[in-house]
């Protein structure tokens, strides 16, 4: 009974723990998404934006291109559905709480079109509303719940870090891609990043704390 008492506690803490971490990554992601799009209506461009896009424009090679081209398709729904449902076939934690994930995925978009009206600055080539990128915030909602998910399943640590380092491969790899894509400056990507984050935050912290009032399992 004694050994039983201390795993519950432990799992509480950590279940706890989880929580709050969740709770801050999510109010510090959005909280920078909103000061961002406040300086990008206020200002324009912000600081890096000419610089760290004439860089990548400079060194775009052929095979850069090529390669943004297909990576840009990460950002895409062509991509995301059935990464989802993959997700949803594979693991029984995300499958626990599906419509959560599935509703944040599409929430993330409406907030990124509401915000590109609200901000209103133009992309690199033409004239459309630019921020915050749609690609980036996709890809970056769903990185942030695959890495979430596997915080949740018994996998081993090895598999464990590759997923997750692979869902944020793809969320830099779109960023990149849209940059040298010509489609969005910098801090859209950045402003994208941010959004989607701080949306699969929120429903991470969302089923902590739901965890943690449930407790640890009962045997």
Known sequence: ?????????????????????????????????????????????????LAIR?????????????????????????????AMVLLYLCSRAARRHWWLWSILMIVSSVIEHFFKALVGRPRPSGLASGFPSGHSTAAATFAIILIYITTRERLNPHARRALQALGLALMLLVGWARIVLQAHWPTDVLGGFLLGAGCAAAGAWWESARLDAAGPPRS
């Open 1 to 49: 009974m004694r050994v039983r008492s201390l795993s519950d506690g432990t799992a509480i803490r950590a279940t706890r723990d989880a929580t709050a971490n969740w709770r801050i990554a999510c109010l510090v992601a959005l909280g920078a998404f909103v000061g961002m799009s406040v300086a990008s209506f206020g200002a324009g461009l912000l600081p890096g934006d």
């Open 54 to 82: 004439q860089n990548l424009l400079e060194s775009r090679t052929a095979l850069a291109y090529e390669v943004a081209r297909l990576a840009n398709e990460g950002g895409t729904w062509h991509v995301l559905l059935p």
